[in-house]
Structures are given as structure tokens and as C-alpha cells.
């Protein structure tokens, strides 16, 4: 996961408007690195289903889904 880097994922999800946290090694087992993201009862349906086409859309940029 490439964190600081603005074409990484979590870069690019920022980007599009989706603050999301990179948990890596050794947090979790290497190679199993994964997004934290955080949901509030005032987020709206149309904001979480929003974020989640923003998060795969800059996966399938990125060739990871």
C-alpha cells in the first residue's frame, strides 16, 4: 500500500473526495494490507454508496480489483 504516494490508492481516493487510512504490516499480515474508512450515522446512502464507487473505481485504476 503506497500511502504517501499521490498515485497509490489512498492518494487517489482523496483525491475523488474519500479519506480512507492504509493498515499494513505489521498491523496485518504481510501482503494483506487494508483500508480503513470510517462511517458516521450522519452519512447519507447516497454518500457511502458514492464512496464505495469512488474506492472501486480507483481500484480497477490501480489493477487491484
Known amino acids: ?4 504516494d ?3 490508492i489512498l492518494g487517489l481516493a482523496l483525491a475523488a473526495g474519500v479519506f480512507a487510512q492504509g493498515i499494513g504490516f505489521p498491523t496485518v499480515p504481510e501482503g494483506k494490507a487494508r483500508i480503513r ?10 454518500e457511502l454508496t ?11 485504476k490501480l489493477k487491484i480489483i
Open 50 to 60: 458514492r464512496a464505495l464507487e469512488i474506492l472501486e473505481s480507483v481500484g480497477k
Open 6 to 8: 499521490r498515485g497509490g
Open 1 to 4: 500500500m503506497r500511502g504517501h
Open 37 to 46: 474508512t470510517i462511517v458516521t450515522a450522519t452519512h447519507t446512502q447516497e
